[in-house]
């Protein structure tokens, strides 16, 4: 039956994303029998192939879920009865993750900053000079309800300096920047294809350290035969090891070719088109007179931009008239960024330098709409001269 409203013709969201063609193309091939010795190879070549786009030599977990009850299966699987929980929370996926780590540990420490702003690594440092007993640390890379980043290295350091183990939460970043398991000393890295590397959602990318693989194999608590658990899904990869249960045949075939496509660009040069394209639209937000989200403009994502709603405004009504108006599509905030501001996703095919422009002009032409004095042409005028540089 065909739906009465008419599809986006551009979709700017936070993810997921509008996938690439190629992932599109790569989805419609044939749906092979997961026991077949074809589809086995086949599968350990694609967590290999994640393996060698997250920079790690073991062959990437690769879930059947989408990255949010990932996240919850990596608290479960690793957080034993025994353990002192360090929680960094600058944004909504930081806060609900401590959540779920109550459920698990002995103790939840947390790190609150407000949700505008980043967690200081100084902060971690005095919370293991306060807590030397903490054993874990949980952090998100990139608070997508925010959009701003954390700088997991210097943090990453700083839990390891301790010899405690970190998950990394990098689903909306791995892959529109420079940021990968070993170099930020992640135990438990998280990424998904929905996001950056363009694909459909549905599936999570998991380096897991061998240090966090013996503190799972060492937790009594941790699930087996479970969706929560990490241990059914260890040897997956292998196309000598059967699967726990069917994985979904055509998202792993989306996911190889998204995969494809982000290798065969080079992470370089996708990370460059992302940069350059939030570059150019903080431009164009900041000369039409609105303000960017992030306290400051240096912890303000590559991969999408948050834009602080005019005062006396509603979100939902400027993300309304951008679609019915213009088709294009935005995301707003969630939980306790919702009202405060609209997101502008760059992120996989969208990080496109033009696609800054579109996002100046639906945004301003939605505010103008709504009676807003806007100087739209003043947007894409900085948009354009960050373009060509
Ligand atoms: C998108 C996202 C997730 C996953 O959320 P889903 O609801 O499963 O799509 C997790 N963490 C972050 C930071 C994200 O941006």
């Not at 194999?217 to 196309?239: G, R, T």
Request: aromatic share 8%.
């Amino acid at each position: 039956m065909p739906s009465r409203i008419k599809e986006p013709i551009i979709t700017l969201s936070a993810g997921p994303v509008a996938a690439y063609p190629s992932v599109l193309r790569a989805m419609s091939r044939p749906i092979q029998y997961d026991f077949d010795s074809w589809f086995q190879q086949f599968y350990e070549d694609v967590a290999r192939k994640s393996a060698t786009a997250l920079r790690t030599a073991e062959p990437t977990l690769i879930l059947q879920v989408e990255p949010a009850p990932a996240i919850e299966a990596a608290a479960a699987s690793l957080i034993s009865p025994d353990d002192v929980v360090l929680n960094l929370a600058s944004g909504v996926y930081g806060k609900g993750f401590g959540y779920w780590s109550a459920r698990y540990n002995k103790e939840l420490v947390e790190i609150e900053v407000p949700y505008d702003e980043a967690i200081d690594p100084a902060q971690v440092a005095e919370a293991f000079r306060k807590r030397p007993d903490i054993k874990i640390v949980s952090l998100v890379h990139h608070d997508t309800p925010s959009g701003t980043i954390n700088p997991a290295r210097e943090i990453g350091k700083i839990v390891r300096d301790h010899d405690a183990l970190l998950i990394v939460d990098a689903v909306s970043s791995f892959g529109g920047m420079d940021i990968h398991p070993e170099d930020c000393f992640a135990d438990i890295f998280i990424t998904g294809p929905g996001k950056c590397l363009g694909g459909a959602p549905g599936l999570t990318l998991m380096a897991v350290s061998d240090r966090a693989w013996k503190h799972i194999e060492a937790n009594p608590k941790a699930p087996f035969a479970s969706v929560l658990s990490l241990k059914d899904w260890k040897n997956a990869w292998s196309k000598d090891k059967p699967f726990p249960f069917t994985p979904s045949v055509a998202e792993i075939n989306g996911l190889d070719g998204a995969l494809d496509q982000y290798l065969n660009e080079g992470p370089e040069q996708v990370w460059r088109r992302h940069a350059l394209t939030a570059r150019a639209c903080r431009a164009g937000i900041k000369a039409m007179g609105l303000d960017l989200w992030a306290k400051t403009e240096s912890i303000a994502s590559p991969t999408c931009t948050a834009v602080r709603v005019p005062a006396g405004m509603n979100d939902d009504e400027i993300i309304a008239a951008a679609r019915a108006g213009f088709g294009v599509v935005f995301s707003s905030g969630r939980n306790d960024t919702k009202g405060k501001l609209i997101r502008i996703g760059h992120m996989g095919p969208v990080a496109e330098p033009i696609y800054a422009t579109v996002a100046i002009t639906a945004l301003g032409g939605a505010l103008r709409r709504l009676g807003r004095k806007v100087d739209v042409a003043a947007g894409v005028e900085a948009a354009m001269s960050v373009i060509e540089g």
